[in-house]
DNA sequence: TTTGACTTGTTATGATGTAACATGAATAAG
DNA sequence: CTTATTCATGTTACATCATAACAAGTCAAA
């Protein structure tokens, strides 16, 4: 697996560093999502630094090269709008205006509960949601 | 859509008090995804409290009421189990012992790009992660 | 009208993430 | 080989997001 990393990223002029490597088989070994920080615990341990950017870097570094998976968690509000339904819908969000939409996801999010059924894997919650351009910010895009 | 929203929350023995009306007004009237430390900053211009569990005690009691949403950003890092393709996959995270599982997701996605772009939003990147028990752990909690 | 549940506010702290800069290592140009 | 340049690594300091624990006030019902 790292070897297979380590030529990936040759062929893309990049370099597996000690501290990237190590954050590497740390993602591997543990086959959990983990936090920045307990990655930079671990990396604190032996002997790499220990302040935040260390960690976030490499992480970034992995990611940008198809090597990691950064996932999500609680940050934003806002109102529903279409309260009354009991519903869990995707959410569209436009990276220039924040403007957010909300859609009827019930399909798609059968469709994963489903998927997911065949690994045996028990859906109790899922997120969709799409970071894109709204109508109005892909006009003011254009020429 | 307050009224709307009174009513609702009078059938569940819930009020909408003075805070949590205006954090509801607030998300209402930007139509925007807000950070919890915005909305606090409007309701301390307002007169209410300006310690963050204010906000985030608004905006709690009105997601846990379905009268708003909590949208997502980035928290957490994985391996990718799969690198080499172009792959944009969907998550099953397993609330009990973090394990992470990768599915692939392009059908799911693909219905979701095209979803939105019936409203003409341009999609760019979705998330699609699901929480839920893993299948050793829904065995351990079983009996 | 008092009890008890709930609401609002506080202080304090924890958790997550980034900007800016100094130093050191690797690579490429001469 | 040596120098110049780029890239990596580490630091300090700070910004942002979130919650725990407690005190005081409000409201409805017994």
């Known amino acids: 697996m790292l070897d297979q990393a ?6 893309n002029g990049a370099r597996l560093t000690p501290v990237r490597q190590r954050t590497l088989e740390i993602l591997l070994e543990s086959h959990r999502a983990m936090g920045a920080y307990e990655v930079l615990d671990r990396l604190a341990a032996e002997g790499f630094g220990r302040q935040p950017p260390v ?15 950064r996932l999500q968690r609680l940050n934003a509000f806002a109102a ?12 569209l969000i ?11 996801a ?3 999010r059968d469709a994963l509960t489903e998927l997911a059924a065949e ?6 919650r899922a997120t969709i949601e799409a970071l894109g351009l709204c109508p ?8």
Do not use: K, N, T
């Open 6 to 11: 380590r030529d990936r990223l040759a062929a």
């Open 55 to 69: 960690a976030y870097r490499a992480l970034e570094f992995l990611v940008e090269h198809g090597l990691a998976h």
């Open 80 to 91: 529903c709008l279409h309260p009354g339904h009991d519903h869990a819908p995707a959410f």
């Open 94 to 104: 436009c990276r220039e205006c924040d403007m957010l939409a909300e859609l009827p």
């Open 106 to 108: 019930a399909p798609v």
């Open 119 to 124: 690994s045996g894997f028990q859906v109790e």
């Open 136 to 143: 109005a910010c892909a006009d003011a895009a254009r020429p």
